[in-house]
């Protein structure tokens, strides 16, 4: 089950017979039934999680008027984790939960630090992995606050076609920053070849 | 001048005298008058660029409708590159602009790597540069959609503090999402002591 992190792994750096081994060893398997939660706002991120099926969603929940914030959706081949708290061992501000029956592989903080260690050639993929979610946020940060919601719906469609097919519309929508009601009219309009 | 980031640096990782003599070698110095532009839409970003002194902001410009969004701020202590750009030397989606007289230590594509390969422990300490990045802008994600303008504004000041003392009104509320006179109505509020 560890060949797709593998895999995506190498992709960016070259690992020995030897060190996958080691690597392989690390990680243990985690499965979600739809709707468990990987986490809650408040608890410790204990675990490193890449996702080899399923699909989950990271929001923030408002502390007063209760309000869920979509941080992001995770698919196969993508990471679930909450960062800081993860690497600082501390409280999280976030909530993961899984949309639907979920596979992961995780790693703990103290094995993840070891594991760096051993392979210090894994602190370049990760590097190059924050590098293209820096490179995913950026963008999204620029499309909520210049561009229409038609145009981010556009851009969502095109770069992650995979979860147009899996998340609710209204969740979607939540990410984009409408209504599901607007979603649904952007949607009519574009299947009328407007655009 | 390089003490700066070494310092920086050596707050993350440890390097020896051999590496910090290689390391400095690889560094040279970049001055930007006020209003001087870093790089613009279209341009490669060539270098990989600290903050010596001074303030740059970041920006993407609506390529129909000309409005400016403010990506980042960056003071002394900061890198104040776009990422994708520098990796793939491709045309950058971003303008980068001194708001005052700034004085950077730039780093090209090639030498950045060659630096990596020769020091490879720099390979975590910017993981972990890119990983405060993420939590930033995580945290200016969840302020802007599920937070009010005042406290989107308080949360500001609280992380940035240097930043409001250099920076225009009108850019911070830009940075906001909000108009420069609703941050003027905020400002006096707190200034009231309303809150």
């Known amino acids: 089950m560890i060949a797709p992190l593998i895999k995506n792994i190498q992709s960016k750096i070259q690992l020995t017979e030897e060190e996958i081994k080691l690597f392989a060893d690390s990680w243990k398997e985690k499965k979600l039934d739809k709707n468990d939660l990987l986490f809650k706002t408040g608890d410790i991120c204990r675990y490193d999680s890449f996702v080899i099926s ?37 409280p999280s501000d976030y909530t993961i939960q899984a949309l ?56 969502f469609v095109k770069r992650y076609p995979k979860i147009i ?19 649904s009219k952007i949607r009519a309009k574009r299947s009328l070849g407007n655009y």
Chains 1, 2 share one sequence.
């Open 100 to 155: 639907e029956d979920t596979l992961l592989l995780q790693i703990s903080h103290d094995a993840f630090e070891k594991l760096l260690k051993a392979i210090p050639k894994l602190e370049r993929y990760f590097r190059l992995i924050l590098h293209g979610y820096i490179s995913a946020i950026q963008k999204r940060i620029i499309l909520t606050n210049a561009h229409s919601a038609e145009e981010r719906y556009i851009e």
């Open 165 to 183: 097919q899996k998340v609710p519309q209204y969740l979607i929508a939540s990410y984009l920053g409408i209504t599901p009601e607007f979603l």
């Open 54 to 90: 399923g699909c989950v969603k990271a929001f923030y929940i408002h502390p007063t008027t209760g309000k869920e914030e979509i941080l992001f959706f995770a698919i196969e081949d993508w990471w679930a984790t909450d960062l800081d708290s993860f690497s600082n061992q501390s």
